[in-house]
């Protein structure tokens, strides 16, 4: 991936469609100013601490090939893509970065490397695809002198595909894309498809408790995990692969979530499915994001939902229309037809199918009745497959914004359905309230994408002109204001980000302070000394 | 409930059929000997050795009339309903007796209950139905001089009930007709029905993480849990109701099965569904066991699963046809039938599909046709409801079994579909063996329940004649030698009766020496002093 942004490494860099750029321009009063990433070499990095000693007992675990200090390697490794990782990065800041780079081949290997930087006292970073936003692979040093990153780039086996039981089982540092192309030569699928799919891991997709775009149909990864191993510094945690069990709490739970703080999780087994036969997806229209979001609510309390359900705010419909613009003739047809509806301003909903044909088809009507029941009114299958398109084009759209000097976030949460309206109102408001008091009054918009029969997740993404100088400290205001919002709200911190080190000040909100002792004392069962990935997920002590 | 058996004080003992009697007599060898429990007066019971001003305080909390000392309410709080519960009560040994019952009314009581035991020096038991099969409810006074048990039925109250959300909140003592009854008068069901339905409690099902036999489609208490709360003696946890978060490890997952081992479990905040339109149960034959898994597996990964689905092996099918037989022209007529089709010795399904009259005609159809495409012949909706009547009907047969000197028993567990052949011949082979061996050749049967796309769960019922004046030694070698079988066999020592005392020895297995470990931390944590329900869930350290 690119060191300072995303999408692989000499990747052309997607630009701003005019119409869309011209507008963000006017709304969020833009300047001029053009802002790419400083040259790699003006990047400013520190000296590698690790003493020789444990240097060369990491190179004698995993092969000195394997033990990487080089420039670019710790400069990648110095991040994740949030946004004020981006910030730093583009800017040249890489001084928080690792002191080497080491990659384990195997779980005995990984052991071995615990066992060294315990004994050592080096601090541990389990590091995936590094597409965390919200601080989770930022390399914290927590007091210890010397930090490495363990990235996990070459245990890339599908250990176990399972047929019968349809289940797989797989090594961490499996990439998304090579997950499903391990399973679709078996004709099975794991439909997990977050937006970073493209650059995340099996590993990063089970410590960070994701949910993936069809998660509605799908399920969330935690719905998914059937056992794992888990190697501390204590030792290996392995939770047998099982479809059910009431042999007391569940420690896979414990472990599913757990950002490596407590250990890397070295081998996953999760539920997989056919390779669906059929994929569906449309699009719908709502005059009101409330009609939506009572729509979506009775089709999932009926048992109904599609595998992909999306439906956008007003302002996120309306931002995503300039955004696509082409100002085509079909396009002026398709507003004529939609204000004549009385769904100018509405709220755009995508809705997607996937499995067997026959079953698709039995599901899509029955959706579609309630739907239309719930007022909305069908936009055709086009919507739907420019959906699919452009459904991991997020991140790379964020690049180009930034190079035009916007301060771009996004941030999520869930609730029950009866919280819902309260909680919608409390985070655009404060977001609204935070970056206008300080003289750039933002665009936020929201969609609901995850459905469950007693709630449902909110998606917020918000843009304003930056700061200049100050955008760090305009990213803590917004994102602190959101977040306070969000927990005196009835929202859950996270609903599928995971904490990290952004979300740490409203962990005990979240679970309460004898909750963040219990993740505590797991902790100092595991890792006794406090290697693992210091500063995310628990407040400090 | 009857401090000996099952059922309401003073309720009519339900008699074995004569034909199925006669066939156990036969099959079994039994003797004529006739076993009924001493009267309650013969029970031996030690003296309570509370401490004067522990009893005094308990009461200031509680009130006088909530700290019960007397003979029947000692005897009662006991035993679980165990096998060797059963065998002890029945003998006249209430040796383990706790020392006092006391009955809080509400959260703050427990709480200053749990204060004044942890300072005091003082196990506590928490009991809810006290329906526990594994000895989940023993008074196991782990090194303490003095016991209570902490007997929540008088927190009865549905807090709240959430039409919106579909969600209600329950104190931990409303039994499960209770909370149907509560919920009935909403429009609402949670669809939890463990064959102790009527006697046992919402708490009961959360901290045992129990299945119920609709749960194929209602899905297990685990699923439906969104939120709780615990009181500990360190203090409350509090998990939020929500649909879902990632907000790291699940601290929910560590309350739900925690047994009372960590704290008594105050609130919970369950997912619930609107009462079904309709309910439809209906009969099914298979030629073989092992076909009839195969098609339920291929109705499940094809999520085309009713809401009850069981299947009987060749034994059990056998011997519960003989227990409920009439001997009339129709069931002649119907067992010609099967022959003539094959399917004589063959094995039983019961499928029961409940919801909204459409959508439970649509699923029946599309279940129907693939139960057929499996080999399966339908036997009519008089099964069904033959089945629907008896549901909570074994452990009133098994006193009826005891009184005759018979040893029945159930276990269960549950595997992937790969190892469930493995793993239904181990357990049954382990069984025969070690009954055969100690001169008790058994009847071993077995059933699959619930329903899961990677697995499924296997119920054995077992049956042997008692060997007289050695009850308990022949149940210790049957149950070890079944669990050990279990845990070298790909299963779970339990798939939903949770560990209690019984299933301690196999808890290592399970989860492993460090997964053990994790738990002791937890419950160091909670509980530093080690008070609550002792020599449960943890093996000893």
């Known amino acids: 991936m690119k060191w300072w942004g995303w999408g692989e490494d000499g990747s052309e860099q997607p630009s701003l469609p005019a119409q869309g750029a011209a507008m963000l321009h006017d709304e969020l009063g833009l300047g001029d100013r053009y802002l790419p990433p400083v040259p790699i070499e003006q990047v400013r990095l520190p000296d590698p601490v690790l003493p020789e000693g444990v240097l060369a007992r990491l190179a004698g675990i995993v092969g000195e090939e394997y033990v990487r200090q080089d420039r670019l390697a710790r400069v990648r490794h110095t991040a994740g893509r949030s946004y004020p990782d981006l910030v730093r990065l583009r800017s040249g800041d890489a ?129 998914l995990v059937l056992g794992l191993r888990c190697v501390a510094p204590a030792g290996v945690v392995e939770t047998k692969a099982l479809p059910a069990s009431a042999a007391g709490p569940s420690l896979r739970e414990l472990l599913v979530g757990s950002e490596g703080t407590l250990g890397v999780i070295t081998e996953a087994t999760l539920s997989v499915r056919p390779l669906p036969e059929e994929r569906r997806y449309e699009g719908w229209s709502f005059r009101s994001f409330h009609e939506g979001v009572e729509a979506f609510r009775a089709m999932e309390q009926a048992e109904a939902s599609p595998d992909v359900a999306r439906l956008s705010d007003e302002e996120e419909t309306r931002l995503s229309m300039a955004m696509a613009s082409s100002g085509s003739t079909a396009e002026r047809v398709g507003k004529t037809y939609l204000r004549v509806r009385g769904h100018e301003g509405g709220c755009l909903a995508i809705i997607g199918f996937e499995g067997d044909s026959k079953e698709v088809s039995r599901r899509r009507s029955r959706a579609r009745g309630m739907l239309r029941a719930g007022g909305a009114i069908q936009l055709g299958e086009r919507p739907g497959r420019a959906w699919l398109r452009g459904r991991f084009a997020g991140p790379y759209l964020r690049d180009a914004l930034l190079d035009r000097g916007v301060f771009v976030e996004t941030l999520e949460t869930a609730t029950t359905w009866s919280h819902f309206e309260e909680l919608y109102r409390a985070v655009g408001g404060a977001l609204r309230e935070s970056l206008s008091g300080r003289g750039t009054p933002p665009l936020v918009m929201c969609h609901v994408s995850h459905l469950y029969p007693s709630g449902a997740s909110l998606y917020f993404t918000f843009l304003a002109r930056q700061e200049e100088g100050a955008e760090l400290e305009q990213w803590q205001a917004a994102k602190a204001a959101a977040s306070d919002a969000i927990v005196t709200h009835h929202g859950t911190i996270t609903h599928h980000h995971a904490i990290g080190q952004d979300h740490v000040p409203w962990m005990a909100a979240e679970v309460g302070e004898l909750g963040v002792e219990l993740l505590r004392a797991a902790k100092e069962r595991l890792d006794p000394r406090g290697i693992m990935n210091p500063g995310k997920l628990l407040p400090p002590a």
């Not at 590993?203 to 993936?212: E, Q, W």
């Open 95 to 223: 001084s928080a970065a690792p002191d080497a780079i080491v990659c384990p081949g195997a779980e005995a290997e990984v052991a071995d490397v615990l066992t060294a930087c315990d004994s050592a006292g080096v601090a541990v970073v389990p590091f995936g695809g590094g597409t965390s936003v919200v601080g989770g692979v930022e390399p914290l040093r927590g007091g210890f002198p010397a930090l490495i990153t363990l990235d996990l780039r070459r245990m890339i086996r599908m250990i176990d595909g399972d047929r019968t039981s349809l289940t797989a089982t797989f090594e961490p540092g499996v990439l998304g894309p090579r997950a499903e192309t391990l399973l679709a030569s078996r004709g099975l699928t794991l439909g997990h498809f977050p937006q970073s799919y493209e650059f995340a891991t099996i590993g990063g997709y089970v410590a960070t408790r994701s949910a993936g775009q069809a998660s509605t149909g799908y399920g969330r990864i935690d719905e």
